[in-house]
């Protein structure tokens, strides 16, 4: 009877054993598998990363484009606003120009007329005397 009690007690150790050796299999396995899926995660996170980064790169080169479109743009328009405002310039001055010749030519009539004025009156008081 001794024999089947330690023979009894012996396979419960073995199935303890096993039973061990099962539970250290599933636990390294877990372990394993939450590794992976660390690795698949960071690796995930870090596409998305590059990915963002080349999409800001990219909008910045589209940004920084349109800027100088519109820089081009504004020079142009200023360029364009400067030949307009010299040219208004030039059309006024012109237009000075020629209101002061006209204007000296008026007052030269005027002149020319006061003198023929004054001699008329001349004329009329040697005649009224």
């Known amino acids: 009877m001794l024999l089947l009690v330690v023979f009894a007690s012996g396979c419960g150790q073995v199935r303890d054993q096993a039973k ?4 250290k299999k599933v636990e390294a396995k877990e372990q394993q598998v939450k590794k992976e ?3 698949k995660v ?3 996170v870090q596409q998305a990363k590059d990915e963002a980064k080349k999409e800001a790169s990219h909008l910045r080169k589209q940004v920084n484009a349109k800027k100088q479109e519109v820089k081009k743009e504004i020079e ?3 360029k364009d606003l400067n030949e307009k405002v010299d040219d208004l310039k030039t059309r006024v001055e012109t237009g000075q ?4 010749k006209k204007v000296d030519r008026v007052q ?5 007329l006061q003198e023929k004025v004054d001699e008329l009156l ?6 009224g005397q």
């Open 76 to 78: 142009a328009g200023q």
């Open 42 to 44: 960071e690796a995930k």
């Open 20 to 23: 061990q050796e099962t539970q």
């Open 108 to 112: 030269k009539d005027v002149n020319e």
């Open 97 to 100: 120009e020629n209101l002061e």
């Open 122 to 127: 001349k004329k009329m008081d040697a005649n």
């Open 37 to 39: 899926a660390k690795k």
